[in-house]
């Protein structure tokens, strides 16, 4: 059988109490409280916190960017009437501000990149209207540009 030292390269701590620190720098820690006769491990977890919210509610919504420059790219404004918006927004970590709209207004789109380069594909316009527009935002507040092939 495997050990804990073989594992992770240590071995659990002995401790007469839990230890009141506890290191978040580390992937994690185990250790043996004598005293309750546990075993015992701290991991570091992550959680959501909320932040401000869009200008323009929407779902089936493409994004591109990082947790503090991102970007909200188009989706759809009513559940039971689909209306595809062309609607962008970027996130600077607190809040969102309306940015100039795509040329094809639409829903269900794969997107990609940073909040200063990213692109926009597909999608459906109007119902189920499958649509192959492909635009490039340039970032800086600029229009997305549409992108044709030869």
């Known amino acids: 059988m495997t050990t804990y030292n073989e594992i992770a390269g240590r071995r659990v701590n002995f401790l007469s ?12 820690q185990v250790w043996y409280n004598s005293t309750t006769a546990t075993l015992k491990s701290w991991l570091p977890v992550g959680a959501w916190i909320s932040g401000g919210n869009l200008n323009t509610a929407r779902y089936v919504i493409a994004g591109a960017g990082t947790q503090t420059a991102g970007l909200a790219i188009g989706g759809d404004l009513f559940p039971t009437t689909p209306r595809p918006t062309g609607a962008v927004e970027s996130f600077n970590g607190t809040s969102w501000t309306a940015e100039n709209s795509m040329a094809t207004a639409r829903r269900g789109i ?9 692109l926009a594909s597909g999608g459906a ?16 507040g600029l229009a997305i540009k549409t992108i044709t092939t030869s």
């Open 17 to 28: 109490s839990d230890p009141t620190y506890v290191d978040t720098n580390s992937d994690g």
């Open 110 to 118: 794969g997107s990609g990149g940073t909040q200063t380069s990213a």
């Open 125 to 140: 316009t109007v119902g189920v209207t499958a649509t192959s527009a492909t635009e490039e935002w340039t970032g800086a």
